[in-house]
C-alpha cells in the first residue's frame, strides 16, 4: 500500500504527454495539464504519506526484520563461497594453488567474521567516524607510498600493487560514507 502510494504516477503522466506529436491539437495544453496533475499527485501524495505509513502500521521492526534478512542472506553468501573453496580444493594440482585456495578461505572467513563487528557499529556517528579517521590512514599512506617511489625503495610493480589496494580500500571507505548519508 504505501509503494503504491508513494509511486510515480504523476511522472508516467507527465512522459506521456512530453511523447505527444508537435502537431497534436491542443499539445501545449495537454502537457500543462499533466504537470499540473504531477504537481498535484506529488504534494497530496507526498504530505499524506507518512499518515499512509502510519495507517499500514509500517514500524521500526520492519526495518530490524530486513537488517536481519540482509544478514542472513550475506551469510548464506559467504557460506556458498566456503563451498565453492571446497570443491576447488578437492582438484588442486599443485601447492601454489593450494596456498591460494587458503588465502582466499581465510579472507572469507575474515570478511565474514568482520560482519558481526560491523553490525556492532550500528550507531551512524560511529560509522562516519570509523570511515572519516581510515579514510585519513589511507591518505597517509598514500603519502608514504609516495616517499617511497620517490626514492626508489621499491619496484614500480610493488608501488602499482599497493596503490592498487589503496584505491580498493578508499572506494570501499567511500562508498560506506556515501550509503550513510
Known sequence: MVLGWAGMRG??????ALTLPFDTPRRSELVLIAYLVAAITLLGQGLTLPAVIRAA?????????????????????????????????????DDGQEATLARVRDDLVSERDSLDRRADLDARSEVEDYCRIRLEVVAAQRDALDGFERRGRFSSQS???????????????????????
Open 11 to 16: 511522472s508516467i503522466t507527465v512522459a506521456a
Open 57 to 93: 502500521k509500517v514500524s521500526a521492526s520492519s526495518a530490524d526484520r530486513v537488517g536481519r534478512e540482509q544478514r542472513d542472506l550475506i551469510e548464506d553468501l559467504y557460506e556458498a563461497g566456503l563451498e565453492k573453496l571446497d570443491e576447488l580444493a578437492a582438484t588442486v594440482q
Open 159 to 181: 608501488i602499482r600493487a599497493a596503490l592498487g589496494m589503496l584505491d580498493r580500500d578508499e572506494m570501499r571507505l567511500s562508498s560506506v560514507e556515501r550509503e550513510k548519508s
